[in-house]
Structures are given as structure tokens and as C-alpha cells.
């Protein structure tokens, strides 16, 4: 939620969200079909803090929790201004008040580690014990200051801190003048080895602040954590962290822009954790210029108005193939992270619709990433039906020799109201064999799971929304991050609470496809950090692909009811092992004219058989 640095570093700035107004999209540089936002049943649900209205289509709400005592209540939300009245209000609040936070108990990030969901929020952070069929708060910590994005390393978490409210003790209040020794900016680390006993171990501190940040594990040193922190704010005073100077760098070159912050941490004496590196990774290739990506502004007339690459927002990493997808205000990159001290970029995209890239995911082949724009920084309604379709969404782009491709877009197909803020937000994969399926959070225009595996024509399958907070007026809520942990999606809704939905089999997912997901278990889980997905050898995982050529009349009716027919014998205990190899030659081939999905379908499901055959 990025204008929330105007609204924190310079509440005097709040003419910037009373005057944003929309345009007509130009063509963008992507090259799949400008999408139609249509209305369904998401576009006129009834509105209601506790009572809202709710639709959904493949997947089905399985409980909710409210705030945890002391974070967040319907009386904590924050409504942006209207007018200039309402600004001059709230200007007044801040004045004076340096433990002042528009967004103070709003929950944001989350991550997951041995049954435990970890759930950040600007005042701290909330633990909850997932194992039965509701979450159950296990721990809380109180330490105000924001941005609160949490990921978790064994016995330790690390969270983000931004806002200039932070203090090194997590006590509130906030801290007086523009220069503090009590402030803290950065990223904090826990010891949660005893949840009855939180403790913050490490505090560094960084210039920017961490709005998000990302694990990155060292490739030969298993006792060696990197910690990449993206910082979007304003740059503090020399005089409260030496190292920090600001300015363009052509009058400075040692400015705090145009970097990320590169954290060691040795997790045998994590407590010594420092910065190490702030690499230049938007430096032009051939000059060696620090700004040598996109300036900011728009790229025509009828194109956004786009942000100044000097920072990142979400950095995504993949070790298992040394890269790293960057969303970075301006652009989206690709990062070489083989040497995780050094990053080096390898490719970059801009596109004119794009505002403000916000955040990056690859899918399980490391060959496709999609970006997602938070136009208007998470607080406008911009999902209504005269918003363009392009804008505020999804970008899908194609990797290849290291190099991105831009492709297509998608966005929210449901018009949603001028009362719920909407634009695209965080998600992770899903992990069904056979497809690329991402689920993702829209803030008050709820959750959508998006299927990407044609990355020209991606199409949503399965949804899950509520109605506004309020059918008067705006107010700032509804989902900042809907990921896949384990089997179910965890939704941490900003001003209700926390979600937790299941998939539900439809025409577009099959109960196949669900229970192969479903088996794929992880004892952590954080979302910035991907991790390689295997699948076993099983019934689910081979009648997913079958379902999947079905679906798509990939396979012939002969062909697929042999195949159901092995199958099911397998589930039983009696796999025809003699069938399986016959069907395996038969599928080793793809037909003329089928799509890369379809190839790469019959292959993996003709390699099973095979291996069922053995």
C-alpha cells in the first residue's frame, strides 16, 4: 500500500489523494487482448462491517476471526479524505502527534511456520495455531511503527518497520523532531522460540525503512540468511543515521535512492545481524549511470502516471533457478541472485500502463512472472467499471535466457463500487500440476484466482468477495494478502481480521486438481521467498493432467476413458501396470497443432505412467 509514504512522511501532502483522476488506457506494450470489466454478482453486494454480503465460486469461506485484542476494530479504520475540509482534519490529527499512523492497526503481511500463521499488522504482530478448523491466537506482540510485514526463519521472524513513528523499544508514542536516537527504521528480528516469550534480538537500521523484505538463503553456507529490504519512504537525516544522504545522484552520488539494503545474518549469533550492501541495481548497463531505469512520469497523453525508478517495492526471489523478479516502482527487473550479496540485474520492462509496479511471482517453471500495478496505492476505488482494464493490474510476462517479455494483462472481471479501494495485491501460487494458478488478494474487491498458463490469454476460475465497509464512504480494508499455505488460503483482511477459505471442485477445478494441491506441505513458507514444487507419483496428480486435456479437448474419448479406467485401479490397490506403459507410448506424442500446455501435459502424464508401468 505505497501512498501511505505520502500520508506518513508528509501529511501535509494530502492533496495528491484528493486530486488522482482516471484516463483512457492507450494500447500498453502487452501483447494479449485488452480485457472487458464487466458487473456479476460481486458488483452490487450489500455493504456491512460484520454483515457485509458475500458471493463466491470455487471456494468457500471456512472461518473468520476478528482482530486480535488491541489490533483493530471498526472504530480504527481510516477513511481518506474527500475534500479539503476532511484533509485539513487530518492534518490537524498528525500535527503534533508523532505517534500518529492513519493505517496504525491495520493488518498487512503474513507468512507461515510449523502450523503456525504468523500475521503482521502496524502495531505488531499476531500468531495463530491453524491445525484445527479455526485459527487460534497463540502469541501477540505489540510494536507500533509499521510497515509490520513478518517472514519467518526457524526460532526467528523478521519484521518490517517504515514509518518514522517506530522506536527502537517497540513502545508507542513515536518520536519527537526529525532527528531521533529512539527511532528505529528498518528491520527488526525476534527470537519466537518460546511464543509465551517473544524477544527482539536485532534491530538494523536502514535509511529508507523496510516497507517489504525478502529471505534469501546463501547457496553454500546453510548458517548464512541475506535479507533484502525494499524501502519506499523518505530518507532520513544524517544526523540520525549517518550513512543516509538524499537527493538525485547526479548532484549526489552517495544518495540513499536508487538501492535496496542487503541484511547478513548468521543464524548460529543472529543478534549480530548488519547491512553489508546497497547495491545499485537500476545502474545503466553501458554508463554505469545509478539512474539508468525510468524517470517517472507519464509516456504519453493518454498513458499513467508512473513512478520514478529508485526503489523497489517487492523483491521475489527463486533460488533453485537464481533469479529474482523485482517490482520496482518504474519497472519490473530480473535479478541473477547466484551471488545473493551482489545482485545483478539481467532484464528489465516498463509499460505505460503500468503505474506503480508493486509486487512479483513466478510460477513453478521459473519461465513465466507476473507483476501487479497498485495504482493509486491501495486506497482508491479502482476497480469500478469505467476504470481501465489496464491499470491496477496484473501483467503477465514471459522469461527467457533471462530476458522478460511482456505479454498480457489481467485484472479484476468484476466491476466493483466507488466505496471499496481495489486495485491488484499480493498472492502466491497454487500448486496444481499441469497449470499455473495464482491466487491473490484485491483489497475490498476480495480474492480471485487466476489461471496463467497461457500467459496471452489468462482468465480468472474462482472467486471469493464481501461487500463494502461502507455504501457512504470509503474506508480502507478488505484483503492485503490472500496466499496458498498448506492446503487451505489464508486471507489477512485490514480492517476485519483474518480469513481462511478452501477450494471448492468446479468446471474450471477439478477434485483432482484440489487433492493434488492439497498434498504439497511445507514446514515454512514465505511468500517473498519461492520454493521448487515436486509432485509424488499419485492417482490425483495423474487424473489432474487427464482432467486438465479433458477440459481442454486435448485428448481423445478412447485415450481418457483407458486412462480413468488405469486410475482408478491404481486408487484401489491394482494398478495395471501393463495398461499404464500401453498408455504412456500412446501419450508420448502430442498430436499436431497442440499447445504447449497440452505437450507439456501429455509428457509429464506419459512420464508417470511410465514410471506407474515400471
Known amino acids: 500500500?505505497?501512498?501511505?509514504?505520502?500520508?506518513?512522511?508528509?501529511?501535509?501532502?494530502?492533496g495528491l489523494l484528493l486530486g488522482a483522476t482516471a484516463a483512457v488506457a492507450q494500447q500498453s506494450s502487452a501483447g494479449g487482448a485488452v480485457q472487458v470489466i464487466g458487473t456479476d454478482a460481486r458488483s452490487a453486494l450489500s455493504a456491512g462491517f460484520d454483515d457485509a454480503g458475500q458471493a463466491a465460486v470455487g471456494m468457500a469461506l471456512v472461518s473468520h476471526t476478528p482482530h486480535a485484542p488491541g489490533f483493530g476494530t471498526s472504530e480504527t479504520m481510516f477513511s481518506p479524505p474527500r475534500n479539503a475540509e476532511e484533509g485539513a482534519a487530518l492534518r490537524a490529527s498528525a500535527e503534533g502527534n508523532p505517534g500518529f499512523s492513519v493505517l496504525g492497526m491495520a493488518n498487512s503481511d503474513m507468512a507461515m511456520s510449523n502450523g503456525r500463521l504468523f500475521v503482521g499488522n502496524f502495531n505488531g504482530f499476531n500468531a495463530y495455531d491453524v491445525a484445527g478448523d479455526a485459527p487460534r491466537l497463540v502469541m501477540s506482540v505489540v510494536c507500533p511503527g509499521g510497515q509490520g510485514d513478518v517472514s519467518v526463519k526457524g526460532d526467528l521472524l523478521f519484521m518490517s518497520v517504515e514509518e518514522n513513528r517506530g522506536r527502537l523499544d517497540c513502545s508507542g508514542g513515536g518520536n519527537e523532531g526529525e532527528v531521533s536516537a529512539e527511532r528505529f527504521r528498518g528491520v527488526r528480528i525476534f527470537d519466537i522460540s518460546d511464543l509465551n516469550n517473544p524477544r527482539q534480538i536485532a534491530a538494523v537500521q536502514t535509511c529508507r525503512g523496510s516497507h517489504t523484505h525478502t529471505l534469501v538463503p546463501d547457496p553454500s553456507d546453510p548458517n548464512v540468511l541475506y535479507v533484502y529490504g525494499q524501502g519506499?519512504?523518505?530518507?532520513?537525516?544524517?544526523?540520525?543515521?549517518?550513512?543516509c544522504t538524499d537527493g538525485q545522484p547526479d548532484v549526489n552520488p552517495e544518495t540513499a535512492l536508487f538501492s535496496i539494503d542487503v541484511i547478513k545474518v548468521q543464524l548460529d549469533h543472529p543478534e549480530n545481524a548488519e547491512l553489508v550492501n546497497r547495491p545499485r541495481i537500476f545502474a545503466d548497463a553501458t554508463t554505469g549511470r545509478v539512474a539508468g531505469l525510468w524517470r517517472g512520469g507519464r509516456a504519453g497523453l493518454a498513458s499513467q502516471n508512473t513512478a520514478q525508478t529508485n526503489q523497489c517495492h517487492d523483491i521475489t526471489?527463486?533460488?533453485e533457478i537464481g533469479l529474482a523478479g523485482g517490482a520496482c516502482s518504474g519497472n519490473g527487473i530480473l535479478l541473477d541472485i547466484t551471488d545473493p550479496?551482489?545482485?545483478?540485474?539481467?532484464?528489465?520492462?516498463?509499460?505505460?500502463?503500468?503505474?506503480?509496479?508493486?509486487?512479483?511471482?513466478?510460477?513453478?517453471?521459473?519461465?513465466?512472472v507476473v507483476f501487479t500495478d497498485e495504482w493509486g496505492g491501495g486506497i482508491g476505488a479502482r476497480c469500478r467499471a469505467e476504470d481501465p482494464a489496464t491499470w491496477g493490474a496484473n501483467m503477465v510476462a514471459t522469461i527467457a535466457d533471462r530476458t522478460l517479455t511482456p505479454r498480457s494483462f489481467h485484472k479484476l472481471p468484476s466491476a466493483q463500487g466507488a466505496t471499496e479501494n481495489c486495485v491488484a495485491h499480493n498472492g502466491n501460487i497454487i500448486p496444481v500440476p499441469g497449470r499455473d494458478l495464482m491466487v491473490q488478494?484485491?483489497?475490498?474487491?476480495?480474492?480471485?484466482i487466476m489461471d496463467f498458463t497461457d500467459p496471452m490469454k489468462p482468465v480468472e476460475i474462482a472467486f471469493f468477495d464481501r461487500g463494502p465497509i461502507s455504501a457512504e464512504r470509503l474506508y480502507v480494508g478488505g484483503s492485503w494478502s490472500a496466499y496458498w499455505f498448506n492446503g487451505r488460503i489464508y486471507s489477512s483482511e485490514i480492517a476485519r481480521g483474518l480469513d481462511v477459505l478452501k477450494l471448492l471442485p468446479s468446471d474450471q477445478l477439478s477434485a483432482a486438481e484440489i487433492a493434488a494441491a492439497e498434498a504439497i506441505l511445507a514446514a515454512e513458507i514465505n511468500p517473498q521467498l519461492q520454493t521448487k514444487i515436486e509432485w509424488a507419483d499419485t492417482p490425483d496428480v495423474a487424473a489432474s493432467y487427464i482432467d486438465q486435456l479433458a477440459r481442454t479437448d486435448a485428448i481423445e474419448d478412447g485415450v481418457e476413458a483407458r486412462a480413468r479406467t488405469v486410475i482408478a485401479g491404481w486408487r484401489s490397490g491394482s494398478a495395471d501396470k501393463a495398461a499404464a506403459g500401453e498408455l504412456a507410448t500412446a501419450l508420448a506424442t502430442a498430436p499436431d497443432g497442440a499447445t504447449d500446455a497440452t505437450k507439456a501435459r501429455m509428457a509429464s502424464l506419459a512420464a508417470l505412467l511410465q514410471r506407474l508401468a515400471a
Open 1 to 14: 500500500m505505497t501512498v501511505r509514504r505520502t500520508l506518513l512522511s508528509s501529511v501535509a501532502a494530502l
Open 232 to 243: 519506499t519512504a523518505d530518507v532520513r537525516k544524517s544526523g540520525e543515521l549517518d550513512i
Open 317 to 319: 526471489v527463486y533460488p
Open 341 to 368: 550479496v551482489n545482485p545483478k540485474r539481467t532484464s528489465d520492462i516498463f509499460d505505460p500502463d503500468m503505474a506503480y509496479w508493486h509486487s512479483a511471482t513466478f510460477n513453478n517453471a521459473g519461465d513465466k
Open 441 to 448: 488478494s484485491w483489497y475490498q474487491g476480495g480474492i480471485s
